[in-house]
C-alpha cells in the first residue's frame, strides 16, 4: 500500500449493534495506546449506542461517552476521530484514503449479512465493503450464537471476498478472568492487522508435560 509507514498505522472500528460493547472499549483502550498506531477512525452506529447504554455505565448518549468509557491518556485520546454512521461521505468511505485495515467489533449478523451482499445502509457497511474492494485486511468479530445457516453461508461469503471472522471465544489458556479475556483478544485482533502486542503472558506458550 502506497502509505509512508513512519506516520503509523491508520484503522477503522465500526462498533455495531451487537452485546458486547466491552470488547470494543477494550479494543480501542489497547489499539489507541499501541505505538504502532496513529489513527484510529471510529464509527459507532445508532444500534450500538442503543446496546451500549444497557451494558456499560454510566449509560452512554453519545458516541463520544464510548470513547470517555476506553479511559485514554491525552496522547491516546488524539489519535480517535469520529464518524457518523449516517456520514457516507466521509473520508473513509473512498478508496482512495489508505488505511491499514478496519475492525467491526463487535459484528452483529445483520452487519455481517450486509458486508457479504454489498449493501452498504451506513458508513460502518460502506468502510467495509471498500476495505475488501481495496484487498485491505478486514476483521469481524462476529457476536452470534448458535449459527443459522444463512449465518453460516454469510461468514463463508465474507471469507471467500478476504474477510477474517474471529468470534469472540475465550482462549482459556491465557487465564479465565474477564480482564485477561478482554485483553487477549484484544491482542488477537490487532495481530490480524499486523500489530503485535507486547504481552508474552497472553500467548500460548507450548505443549505441558514431558518432553
Same mark, same amino acid.
Given at each position: 500500500?502506497?502509505?509512508? $509507514?513512519? &506516520?503509523?498505522?491508520? /484503522? ?6 451487537? #452485546?458486547?460493547?466491552?470488547?470494543? %472499549?477494550?479494543?480501542?483502550? %489497547?489499539?489507541? #495506546?499501541?505505538? !504502532? ?15 451500549? !447504554?444497557?451494558?456499560? @455505565?454510566?449509560? +452512554? ?32 468511505? #473512498? ?9 467491526? /467489533?463487535?459484528? *452483529?449478523?445483520? =452487519? ?13 457497511? $460502506?468502510?467495509?465493503?471498500? =476495505? ?6 478486514? %476483521?469481524?468479530?462476529?457476536?452470534? =450464537?448458535?449459527? #443459522? ?8 461469503? &465474507?471469507? $471467500? ?6 468470534? +469472540? ?6 487465564? @479465565? ?17 499486523? /500489530? ?10 507450548? *505443549?505441558?508435560?514431558?518432553?
Amino acid at each position: 500500500m502506497a502509505q509512508d $509507514r513512519a &506516520v503509523g498505522k491508520r /484503522i477503522v472500528v465500526g462498533i455495531s449493534g451487537a #452485546s458486547g460493547i466491552s470488547l470494543a %472499549v477494550r479494543f480501542l483502550r %489497547v489499539a489507541a #495506546s499501541h505505538d !504502532a498506531i496513529s489513527k484510529i477512525h471510529l464509527v459507532v452506529s445508532r444500534h450500538a449506542l442503543r446496546v451500549a !447504554a444497557a451494558e456499560l @455505565e454510566p449509560p +452512554p448518549s453519545h458516541p463520544r461517552d464510548i470513547v470517555d468509557h476506553c479511559e485514554l491518556d491525552s496522547q491516546a485520546a488524539t489519535k480517535v476521530e469520529l464518524h457518523s454512521d449516517d456520514d457516507i461521505g466521509a473520508i473513509i468511505a #473512498s478508496g482512495s484514503y489508505p488505511t491499514d485495515g478496519m475492525v467491526v /467489533i463487535p459484528c *452483529s449478523s445483520g =452487519t455481517l449479512a450486509s458486508i457479504a451482499h454489498g449493501v452498504s445502509r451506513g458508513l460502518i457497511q $460502506r468502510a467495509a465493503d471498500l =476495505t475488501m474492494k481495496e484487498r485491505r485486511r478486514l %476483521v469481524l468479530a462476529l457476536r452470534e =450464537t448458535p449459527y #443459522s445457516l444463512i449465518h453460516a453461508e454469510n461468514i463463508v461469503t &465474507v471469507t $471467500r471476498a478476504g474477510a477474517v471472522v474471529i468470534p +469472540p471465544i475465550p482462549a482459556f489458556y491465557a487465564g @479465565e478472568d474477564w480482564e485477561t479475556y478482554l485483553d487477549h483478544f484484544a491482542m488477537r485482533v490487532l495481530d490480524q492487522l499486523g /500489530i503485535d502486542v507486547d504481552r508474552p503472558e497472553l500467548r500460548w506458550k507450548g *505443549s505441558i508435560g514431558e518432553e
